[in-house]
């Protein structure tokens, strides 16, 4: 093993015995010995990758394809059939919460219960309590018994305790999504603290937003093997066309079985039918490419950027207004639509993101085909080059059309500040 | 094998809350709560009076005294057995999503069987003081070797019905006849020297529990120090099944995941 590495996985491969109708009793396995036929699925087919100390490294891929089985085999709750997985330091998992809590014990006992089963012993216990029923925020509730607690105050004490075993190595599965917003954050926060400390740090999620705020890579499995492997920023994207490109051709073998068994009775206007169709699955192909998808029922068909006079431009001091328009044909007849915007560094920080339903909580009304405006006073960013991400999403995050890096602008600075944004200040001594 | 015992001693801390947890919570929301865990063993005792000494008149002297010193450590065993074999399967959430050594938990059950039969002794020696039964400080002190042969035994039996239980789970069913039959087995109701000649041997050796049910017997009812002989194959036999149980389990549990 390499002295950089937290994480190294060979060459590993995992087979299920899938059951079509498990027997575990002794009746079911004599009696009915068809029952117990089983296929061999191969979940996963040989996956190598190592992850250095310090790192934050997210798994992405739709639902079944190896994702949470790697993070399992890493938690050693399963082993793989072949290959090797080598880890160095202290390994601590956030998958399950409030593992072993007995709800007629007080917040304060549970910590001790769930605590004990990461493996830390009384005394490690007894120096984090205070820290845990801090971050818990429920010190005043802490000797009542958890079943008088809310669902919320519930998963707080259990992410607490959690976030808060120490280890050299964290992984992570889909438990973000804890508690109100503002929990939700701190987590968030405490997450890139134990990230800054040096923990190495492994994320199984669906949320690509949490993993670009954190990892440093991700890797995209999909049926059993890698995919893509890279920054988040550069492999989500091609994850999402891949994934919109998939329901897409799903709906449309849908429309074309719908279309089989009409044949039968209207054979004229299937014809015409067929043409329109075949016109619609040109169209659609049309925006995609791997910066870009959504299910095309809102597209994008014109950005241009100007300035408060109407001129095209491309830089910008960080004290003028820009202004981005937005042309959209809408073939779906979406009434309403988020649009959303986000902004990144060219070195792939991102360094803005807000949408209509973020700054109005409303969608915006739409017409078949019409101009957005989105009006910025001044990007208050220091000097750089800035890439600019548009979307057209539903409030629930369904695409229908996402475009990253729609364009790029250069900002300058008037004055010589130094960091990442500019921010509104003025100076005052007492001699004046 | 020294690892995985060294791993389990850094999840001591998981054993000692799990065992808190089961005998706090067990009666928790009870109004009397922990007396529960004296009442249940000092009714059975009224029970067996009742019947054995009123009822049915036995000719043994002290009948109910008899048989609780006996019942006692079996129940201790026979839970063990019986409700230690789900005891994988009943923390299924657990296991699928968190690692630790899977020991813990048959340790951790059996550890809380234990202490409950350590917690009725204290009902057994208030009956001897109250019945005035000598204590015979040297046979007391050999209670406890026969306490740990009798929680080493138990132990390599759960880690062997556990494992098993999670593939095959008409064990834990099947335990609970298997268990009635072995307490009619074992010289529980009856003195071992009711047992024909001929099976004395077979009955002795096979059964690991006879000889420390006898054992038992002979500290509490009869103030005496047990046979050598007796402690010695107990012993003997606990560590063999222990490490076969061990073994066994250790074998099996790489696969429970995927087998729940």
Redesign the interface.
Known sequence: MKPENAIEVHNITKKFKVYLDKGHTLKERTLFSKRRKFENREVLKGVSFEVKKGEAIGLIGHNGCGKSTTLKMLTKIMYPDSGTIEMNGRVSSLIELGAGFHPDMSGRENIYINASIFGLTKKEIEERIDSIIEFSELEDFIDNPVRTYSSGMYMRLAFAVAINVDADILLIDEILAVGDVAFQAKCFNRLRQIKSEGTTIVIVSHSLGQLELICDRSIWIHEGVIKEEGAPFDVHPKYMSFMANNTLSKAKDKQEKKKEESKAVEEKAEEAKTEEAADNTEENKKPEDSNRWGSNEIVMSSVTVTDEKGEERDTFLNTEPIHVHIGYENPGKIENSVVGVAIYRDDKVHIYGTNTLIDMSKTLPLKDKGTITLVFDRIPVNAGDYIFDLAFHKPDGFNYDFWRDVFRLKINNVKGEAGTVSIEHSWKSDTD | MIKRIKEIY?????I???V??DL??RY??SVLGFLWTFINPLFQLLIYTFVFSIVLHSDVKDYYMFLFVALIPWIFFSTSLAGGSTCITSQK????????PREVLPISFVTSQFVNMLLSFIVIFAVMIIARYTFNPLALLCLIPVMLTEYILALGFTFILSAVTVY???MQFIMGILTMAWQFLSPIMYSQERVPVEFRAIYMYVNPMAPIIIAYRDILYYGRVPELATLLSALLMGILLFVIGWITFDKMQ??F??EM
């Not at chain 2, 850094?10 to 998981?14: N, P």
């Open positions: 850094a999840y001591r801390t998981m000692y809350s799990l808190k947890r706090k919570g928790k929301g959430n657990m296991v699928q999503k968190i690692y630790f095959f789970q008409d790489k696969h995941v995927e």
